[in-house]
């Protein structure tokens, strides 16, 4: 049962590495090869999301961490172990799938009590586990419905019941939210959250939803043709994209190109400008990204970009603004403040706002400059 015993041994044990991932390579006998030398840990009691368009290797991740396939290079490790050949029924790990993968003919009771019962659990084991399972996912009292009559949310319920209910150490969530409407897809969020939390469990979730992996994780790993671009809490990820394509991928950016002048000064738009930025060399070709929410619209005389509007969107909670500046940039622009198209307005931005990448940097060579800053930052 999920005692308030087993919470309790999850949260000892969070600062530990459960799953650990070692220059794993995934090659089919067709020669595609869908992972390339992959290396990351997971560790306890985290939700964890993998982002990344399709085809990306995300899937693959978590069909190896389930035992569905073999690695063709590397080596898994689960609690310190090599699990490369470790059946998937050996493993302490359950996977919800995309279509939830429920038996139509049993009732949501017999549906969470399958595994149990292959276990040959005494039936009163199975029914307290169950009904602990059921009341962890909101749904006591519907141990008799048909699945037929369960809503889309429901389902998704019952499946994440029959994961837990077996007491693994890490859950598997395979796009599990993504047949369901937007609002009840919204909701489904804070609930897959609030579960991971009063449970304890590391769960891995897999998605190419960007605004679904920076409201549910702890941590993210953005992946790209087999590779992971970039790895970090959704803050680092959003506001210190690696490159090009984790800021394009992550939320809308703002991206031109550039030249570091020196340490803190970048030119780009034709125009220098003060940045926080340093390390990199005197010169250095770069890209610069710009948040469209961090551009303030001021008077043309008061922005440090003068552009002229080219269309306007009303999105609800802010007007999205395309404009151009004199060297012919493309600047989008979320603001409250409305503008008509053929004006010429001004784009203010704190130094803050600006971030640097620099072509062809790896994540160490990335972290090892944010280091620097710190380092710098400590010294003034």
């Known amino acids: 049962m999920f005692t308030s015993g087993y919470k309790g041994v999850r949260a000892i044990m969070s600062d530990q590495t459960i799953i650990r991932f070692e220059q794993v390579t995934k090659q089919y006998d067709d020669q595609t090869t869908v992972l390339k030398s992959v290396s990351f840990e997971i560790e306890r009691g985290k939700f964890y999301t993998l982002l990344g368009p ?41 996977t919800v799938f995309q279509d939830y993968a429920l038996f139509p003919h049993l009732n949501v009771f017999e549906n969470v009590a399958f595994g149990l019962r292959i276990k040959k659990l005494k039936n ?36 994440i019941a029959r994961a837990i209910v077996n007491e693994p150490e890490v859950i598997l969530l395979d796009e599990p939210l993504s047949a369901l409407d937007l609002k009840l897809r919204t909701e489904m969020q804070y609930e897959l959250r609030e579960l991971q939390r009063r449970l304890g469990i590391t ?18 790993f953005v992946l790209n043709q087999g590779k992971i671009e970039q790895s970090g809490t959704p803050n680092d990820i959003y506001d ?13 950016s703002n991206i031109v190109a550039g030249r570091m002048k020196q340490d803190f000064e970048v030119e780009f738009a034709g125009r220098t400008f003060e940045c926080v930025d340093q390390g990199l060399n005197p010169n250095e070709p770069v890209e610069i ?91 003034n």
């Not at 009904?131 to 699945?147: C, D, H, P, Q, W």
Request: aromatic share 10%; charged share 30%.
């Open 54 to 94: 399709s085809g990306c290797g995300k899937t693959t991740i978590l069909r190896l961490i389930a035992g569905f396939i073999e690695p063709s290079k590397g080596q898994i490790y689960f609690n310190g172990k090599v699990i490369n050949r470790i059946p998937p029924n050996e493993r302490q790990v359950n």
């Open 124 to 159: 009163a084991d199975i029914t307290a586990k169950v009904k602990e399972a059921l009341r962890f996912v909101n749904l006591e009292g519907y141990e008799n419905r048909n699945i037929s009559e369960m809503s889309g949310g429901q389902r998704q319920r019952v499946a």
């Open 203 to 220: 769960f891995i979730f897999v998605t190419h939803d960007q605004e679904e992996a920076l409201a549910m994780s702890d941590e993210i």
């Open 240 to 252: 210190e994209p690696i490159n090009r394509f984790v800021a394009d991928f992550i939320g809308e």
């Open 289 to 379: 990204m710009i948040r469209p929410e961090d551009l303030e619209i001021t008077k043309p005389e008061q922005g440090k970009l003068q552009v002229r509007v080219d269309s306007q969107l009303f999105r609800g909670v802010h007007y999205e603004i395309s404009c151009y500046d004199e060297a012919g940039n493309e600047w989008l622009v979320h603001s409250t403040k409305k503008a008509s198209v053929g004006e010429q307005i001004g784009l203010y931005f704190d130094p803050e706002a600006i971030h640097v990448m620099r072509f062809g940097e790896t994540e160490e060579e990335f972290d090892k400059r944010l280091d620097a800053y710190s380092e710098g930052q400590d010294e």
